[in-house]
Every structure is written in structure tokens, then in C-alpha cells.
């Protein structure tokens, strides 16, 4: 626990043993302009800016039928 207050890190959790901190990626296009498809989406939480509004709404949604995202930040 020591390692993690040590860090410098504003927000840290302790996970099996082992220091996480959060962080977010920019996802970029495949060069063959299908808008990332070949992406994992599921492997952690999708930050949705402007989530609770209309548009967000339904990209929030694609995004859990369609590409099976399991954790949203709207």
C-alpha cells in the first residue's frame, strides 16, 4: 500500500495485490476508415462526453448492443 501512496498518483486501487490507476486512450480509426471495428470494447469503460443527452443516448446504446461494452461513463 506503501508503493501506491508513493506514486504520486491522484487516484490509486489496490487490486490482487497489485497498484491500478486510472487512465484513457484515444481510439483511432483502422486506416481502412471502418471507425475502429476491429477494436476490443469491452475490455474496460467507455467515457461517452455529452452521454445523457439525445445523441449520446443512442451511441451509448450502439455501444452496449453492438459492441458489447459492459461499463459506461456517460
Known amino acids: 500500500m506503501v508503493a501506491a501512496l508513493a506514486s504520486g498518483e491522484p487516484e490509486a ?3 490482487g495485490g497489485g497498484v491500478r ?3 484513457l486512450a484515444r481510439v483511432v480509426p ?3 476508415g471502418d471507425g ?4 476490443e ?3 474496460g469503460p467507455v467515457l461517452v462526453t455529452g ?4 445523441l449520446g443516448r443512442v451511441v451509448a446504446r ?3 448492443v ?3 461494452v459492459r461499463e459506461l461513463l456517460l
Open 41 to 43: 470494447w469491452g475490455r
Open 62 to 64: 450502439h455501444l452496449v
Open 36 to 39: 475502429g471495428a476491429g477494436l
Open 51 to 54: 452521454g445523457t443527452g439525445g
Open 13 to 15: 486501487v489496490v487490486v
Open 66 to 68: 453492438e459492441r458489447g
Open 30 to 32: 483502422d486506416a481502412d
Open 21 to 23: 490507476v486510472p487512465r
